[in-house]
């Protein structure tokens, strides 16, 4: 009598929510590298702005046309992409040469903050009149836009539309590289990107990323949040270009903490029974879970989100697979069971 084969574990059904944030977003690189390794977790969903939107693209493209493997090599090439057109590349790598110079140096100098404010004084539509953005050619490159839009993983992806001043979410279908390129467009460097006669700008400015499209569609209860800016600062910043840090911080997670304050109202009310769950109306009780950078990103300057040295991106990928690592072995079996953070204690307190 042969033995039956030990059958493999059942993988459980998660969406990700990917926050923006730059070079910053090799971090998510590298924790999603480390879920797909370890291959437990079936994405269903993903909702993203921004940088986080390029890691999601990748992400569902790879695995459409390769699977987990598949999806940690498009990874790896868009990545790689990301590197090539940072232009410092061409010299080698200087991460060994800026690790020398002290911190923060040149950014609070005087004559830098000349130039800085100079520059912010002009529009791209003027100092980029023909409108470059080496950001095309990587997508182009890197991600396969065909098979995101064939895949069955549920894509919404938040762009800012410019005269309505609301926030648009493109689904699966819609997803191209101009959606993007919106996505990621940073006013003060980028002309708006326009779809269908409306200009566009970041995502992140009204929806970073966007939660409530994973309330209402057939999506997993549980949801994995990627944030990239941090919430909480322990000192005042006093030094002008620590402030525009932190002005930055705050605009861009301003729209993500009111919609986990909203969750955390909702799922309340659930539990104190003034709430319905789903099957008798719309709401149901979510799960979420988190894996953070951790101080040393919050510590890091503004300025290090366009830094695309290999070494750099490569360190926030191997931290990436660290945090990602040590949440697959503390929060995994909470997955499709409770929530492993208090959204209140750790976001809203």
Known sequence: MSKRKPTAPQRRPISLALQGGGAHGAFQWGVLDRLLEDDRLDIRAVTASSAGAMNAAALISGLHTGGAEGARRQLDLLWREVNLSGGRNVFGDSAIWSAAVPPGWLKDSSLWRSAENAAMSMSPYQFNPFNLNPLKRVLGTAIDFEAVRASSIRLFVAATAVRQGRARLFETPEITDQVLLASACLPHL????EIDGEPYWDGGYLANPALWPLFYADTPDDILLLPLNPFVREETPRVAGDIMDRLNEIVFNAPLVAELRAIAF??????????????????RQLMLHAI???PWLGA???GTKFDTEWTFLNDLKGRGRAAAGEWLEQCFPDVGQRSSIDIKARFLA
């Open 300 to 302: 890091l300057s503004l």
């Open 190 to 193: 980028f002309q708006a990107v």
């Open 292 to 294: 953070e950078p951790g």
């Open 266 to 283: 909702v799922q309340d009310m659930i539990a104190d029974g003034r709430l319905k769950r789903a099957g008798e109306n719309r709401y």
